[in-house]
């Protein structure tokens, strides 16, 4: 199994979910509004490099954890429509999951 972990803007966040919901077998996710820290935003207010401004734009946080035969499609739905054109577009990032084991054993 994989854990797949998307950063991205949220305005592209329905667009993803719809493409996502298209995929056969789409196990679902977790979606979470988070707060970014990324190297673009290194300019102050008046253009200058003097003074870096801090800013924490709002992201999209979205996991999912799928078998590895869901990998590929699912990174392409997320390419595919969660980007915008611009550089700061986000980041996917995937790893192998070792174990999961439900909240509530089955009864």
Do not use: W
């Not at 102050?44 to 590929?72: F, K, Q």
């Amino acid at each position: 199994m994989k854990r797949i972990v998307a950063v991205f803007k949220p305005v592209m966040l329905d667009a993803v979910v719809f493409a996502l919901h298209r995929i056969e077998n789409f196990p679902g996710g977790t979606v979470s509004e988070v707060q970014t820290i990324g190297t673009g935003g290194k300019r102050s207010a008046n253009g200058t490099d003097e003074e870096p401004t801090i800013g924490y734009p709002l992201g999209i946080r979205l996991e999912i954890v799928c078998g590895e035969d869901l990998v590929e499609q699912v990174l392409a739905a997320i390419q595919d429509n969660a980007r915008t054109g611009r550089a700061d577009d986000g980041q996917v990032f995937v790893s192998a999951v070792e174990r999961v084991v439900p909240v509530s054993p089955p009864s």
